[in-house]
């Protein structure tokens, strides 16, 4: 296995990315994705188009459920009972900005490199209570992400192995948002926030600590990197295919901004998505071609994030039931992020 560090892959370019996964994962599309989180240290952060609102900060809070990633239970590991759907103890600013109740989301951003283009998508689940104009999430679940190829000859990306760990690990309750009504409508921002994979959670959500390298292994109270996909590799494995094929193991933090107006709360709205990928490449498996690197696109209208309300009946049950639902559901409720390839 080769090691090449701190770089990013793009997996679509010269070199396609993703491997179709190994058997059909619940949710799970077809194997037809690229991959390729753009590089650590040069990629930029395009600036939103939609209305930012209030001056974003970052949450680097982290959920007492994730506070030890290594050990935590999912909701099915420990045979929790099925959920019911959250009621608001608070009461919103304005009928029409009310984000209290169940959303599904879809996260999109787009990376390019030697004139090719891919997508990572990334499904999320949410539980919101609303007291005036400040959202909190009581329940928030990453449900896991994948990289689709935008171009004709790129490749895609499967990282299906390690949903399992990305559900138990991320979670997202406590995550804030402001949402204030305006003249034509309201006005919704979800400050900076911070998503680890492949690594020790809580350590590595503060951006002043170095993502680990390949010699950094998390051990007993050291943090460090962790294969999240029990395969034996370090990090996430990202599983190519297309032009060129293979596997590349990385660390990962993302810290994505949503911000935007909209016209009200009633179904589904869409928001600016200002993101920021940081990667360090922990090995690779084939061509040096899947090491090839990947910058965020300039184009900030191809960053975006959709959210979408649930009834009583969709999404219900354990984490692992409820993330299975979410990524099935996305292809309807919110196709525009989900589409493969992006028209």
Known sequence: MASRLKAHLLVGSV?????????SAPGYDDPFLIGAPASSASSTTPAATADPGPTATQDT???PTSMNPTSAPSSAAAGAPTRTPPVSTGTPSSAKCDLSG?????????E??????EALRNWMYFEFTQNGDDVTTTRGLDCGFDVVPLSAIAGAADLHKAWPKIV????????KATIKASASGCTVSFPAYVTIYGATVAYY???SHAMPGVN?????????WEDWDADGNPGVTYNLSGIASG??????RQTNTWSGSITDTSSSFRLALVPKHENDELGYNGSPLLTTQANLAADSSLHFVELARLDATQATGDDATTCTAVRTLATTLTPKADEKPLQ
Request: hydrophobic share 35%; with cysteine; proline share 8%.
């Open 102 to 110: 169940r959303w599904l989301a879809t996260q999109r951003s787009v």
């Open 112 to 117: 390019e490199g030697v004139g090719v283009q």
């Open 205 to 207: 959500r503060d951006p």
């Open 168 to 175: 138990e690990n991320d979670s997202m309750a406590g995550r």
């Open 216 to 224: 950094d292994a998390a051990s007993g109270t050291t943090p460090g």
């Open 15 to 23: 070199l396609a990315t993703a491997c179709a996964p190994d058997a």
């Open 247 to 252: 596997q590349v193991f990385y660390a990962s």
């Open 61 to 63: 809070g982290v959920p």
